[in-house]
C-alpha cells in the first residue's frame, strides 16, 4: 500500500487542488467515513457501542422508512472523525505516488482529552488543526468528486458516510422523507455502487468488509480503525469483485444507487 496523504486544515486546499486534477484520470473513488463515537469503541475496547446512537419514535408505514429515519436522526447527531478517500481508475490501477487520502476533521471533546493522550490518541491535534465540515463541503461540490456522472463512487454498507457527506453539502439536515434522500444521492454520487449490496448477487459472498476480503483474498494493510487503510481495502475489493464474479462490468441498471440501510 502507497503512504496515506494526510490532510489537516493548514493543507486542504493545496490537496483539494491536487485531487481536481487526479480525479479526471482516477474517476473511481472508495470512500470510508470514521464517525467519533465507532472510532472511541475501537480505541477503548471497553466501550460497547451500539451501531446507531438514537432510534426514532412514532409510527412508520414500512420497514425501509423506519431504517431510513434512522439513519437521519442518526447522521445528526454523529461527529465525523475521518474521511478516507482512495483512488483508482476503471481498470483498478492506483495513481503512482499516493492513492488515498485520509481527511482528519475538527472537533473539540475538553473532557476526553486527558483520558485520550493518556491511551495515544491524540485529539488535541484535531481540535487545533482539523479540517471544518463546512468549508469542507463547499469544496467537495467543487472538487469535481460529485454531481458528474464520469466519477464512480464505491462503499460498503455505507449509507451512514454518504448520509453525512450529503448533509454537509446542501448545508441542511437530511429531508424528512426517503424518496427526496435517493434523489439528492442520484444528484450528487449519480454513479454509486455498495458492495455490501453487490455480493447479494454473487451466491456466496457474505458478511462484512474483512470477510469479504478474505474470501477474495485481498490482504488488509494498515490501521483497521483509520479511514484512509479502510477506503483503500474498500477500493481493492471493489476491483477483485468485479474481476471474480461480474467480468469487469457492472450493469449500472441493476447495481447502481442502491444503499444498504440495515
Partial sequence: MLPVREVWAMNLDSEMAYLRELVECYNCLAMVCVFLEKWLFFIF?????????????GSFETGSDYYYQTLRCNVDLLKIVQLGITFADASGNFPPDA???QFNFKFSLKTLLSFCKKNGVDLKRHEEYGID???FGELLISSGFVLLDGVKWTSFHSSYDFGYLLKIMICDCLPVEEDEFYELIRIFFPRLYDIKYIIKFTNNLEGGLHDVADDLQVSRTGLGHQAGPKSFLVSRVFSELRKNFFKDTLDDTKYVYVLKLF
Avoid at 475496547?45 to 419514535?57: K, L, T
Fill in 99 to 101: 492513492c488515498t487520502w
Fill in 45 to 57: 475496547e471497553s466501550i460497547e457501542f451500539p451501531g446507531v446512537v438514537a432510534r426514532p419514535i
Fill in 133 to 135: 465540515t463546512s468549508y
